[in-house]
């Protein structure tokens, strides 16, 4: 059973660098039929793909469009984890963050960090 | 404002059939399949159906979807207490490169 543990602050000054990062059990980040996706959830935006890192013979990252300047995703393969930067934040990029694994859907959610931007 | 359109509420009493709609376009709902997530309050979505139509292992076969054009259904038979939740409709959009998520259909049981 894949489990997903998400860590990182709460609190994020505005400009600065929101990090957060994915432990996974039960499964490979490096898994070729697995995706690794960062969403995020607002009561002002909903839910909002922000984007994934995956394995097929080499690494893949795919951002979408409205953070695409701002986001890194990556895998760390010897921790098993994947992480999320995002950079300059403003209180806009306040919401709960989640990890999730895509096998073409969303099928594993973690439990959500609540990321608050504030000085 | 959400890419896939969603009604904002729906209701129904308990042992009744109630649909959630999702409406999109070609980009999106009319080229990929869609997927419903249930989200109890407090809680991370949890996928109930993928692929248009087809549920996970452990969701009751109360629930069900299906897709015609650039329109989602979700379907829940039976109605019961513990189904109170927001319910969220999302697919893949070819234009944008990315997923795109409705804003969500909160279901009271009455």
């Known amino acids: 059973q894949v489990q997903l543990q998400q860590s990182g602050p709460g609190l994020v000054k505005p400009s600065q660098t929101l990090s957060l990062t994915c432990a996974i059990s039960?499964?490979?980040?490096?898994?070729?039929?697995?995706?690794w996706d960062w969403i995020r959830q607002s009561p002002s935006r909903g839910l909002e793909w922000l984007g994934r890192?995956?394995?097929?013979?080499?690494?893949?990252?795919e951002y979408a469009v409205s953070v695409k300047s701002r986001i890194t995703i990556n895998p760390d393969t010897s921790k098993n984890l994947f992480s999320l930067q995002l950079n300059s934040v403003t209180p806009e990029d306040a919401a709960v963050y989640y990890c999730?694994?895509?096998?073409?859907?969303?099928?594993?959610w973690g439990r959500g960090t609540l990321v608050t931007v504030s000085s | 404002q959400s890419v896939l359109t969603q009604p904002p509420s729906a209701s129904g009493t308990p042992g009744q059939r109630v649909t959630i709609s999702c409406s999109g376009s070609?980009?999106?709902?009319?080229?990929?399949?869609v997927d419903w997530h249930q989200q109890l309050p407090g809680t991370a979505p949890k996928l109930v159906i993928y692929?248009?139509?087809q549920r996970p292992s452990g969701v009751p076969d109360r629930f069900s979807g299906s897709k015609s054009g650039t329109s989602a259904s979700l379907a829940i038979s039976g109605l019961q207490s513990e189904d109170e939740a927001e319910y969220y409709c999302?697919?893949?959009?070819?234009?944008?490169?990315?997923?795109?998520f409705g804003g969500g259909t909160k279901l009271t049981v009455l």
């Open positions: 999730v694994k895509s096998v073409g859907y969303f099928d594993v």
């Open positions: 039960g499964d490979s980040v490096s898994s070729k039929s697995a995706a």
């Open positions: 890192t995956y394995y097929r013979s080499k690494w893949y990252n």
């Open positions: 070609s980009s999106n709902i009319g080229r990929n399949t």
């Open positions: 692929s248009n139509s």
């Open positions: 999302a697919a893949w959009d070819d234009s944008l490169k990315g997923w795109v």
